[in-house]
């Protein structure tokens, strides 16, 4: 089963993209929660409450569409492989003893198919989605503190500098 089909990239920067939404949703949120305690004019709070509905909405269709091109890739490949399964079935034809007497090739097909298609979702996908969110979260993160540090240092040196001619 190719794992880097079309549909299983969108798939993963979809679902990506609506945990990033899901990080975002609690900050902003949290930013309104604590302003609004303070009684600020509405104004100051409309653009948190449309990003609170932004995130909301896009980390839901986010997650739809990355549920909807996972399940479609997986499917598509799940067909191939059944398809590849059978032909293989009709080459090894009356050879084999154990297939003319007994369903258990078909039993095994089926759940062998099944097992792969259940692998994808549940235990190689996760780990590589939260691995592209946790890197997205820490390049996010340094480039903040980055530009915090570069303010503070300037601040410093102008403080500084500050002393010196008093």
């Known amino acids: 089963m190719p794992l880097f089909t079309p549909n299983m990239i969108i798939a993963l920067l979809s679902s990506c993209a609506s945990s990033l939404a899901a990080i975002a949703l609690t900050a902003v949120s949290a930013w309104l929660i604590v302003e609004a305690s303070y009684q600020p004019p509405i104004m100051i709070l409309m653009v948190a409450i449309v990003g609170v509905r932004f995130f909301g909405l896009s980390r839901s269709v986010l997650l739809y569409l990355s549920r909807l091109k996972l399940h479609s890739a997986i499917f598509a490949s799940l067909g191939r492989l059944r398809s590849r399964l059978w032909e293989h079935f009709e080459a090894v034809g009356m050879g084999d ?32 989605a939260s691995s592209l969110v946790f890197l997205a979260v820490l390049i996010a993160a340094w480039a903040l503190d980055r530009r915090r540090c570069r303010c503070s240092w300037r601040s410093e040196l102008s403080t500084w500098s500050w002393c010196q001619q008093q």
Do not use: E, H, Q, Y
């Not at 297939?99 to 095994?108: H, K, P, V, Y």
């Open 97 to 128: 003893r154990k297939l003319l007497t007994s369903d258990a090739a078909l039993r095994t097909m089926v759940s062998d198919a099944d097992d792969v298609r259940d692998l994808i979702p549940r235990t190689l996908f996760p780990p590589v």
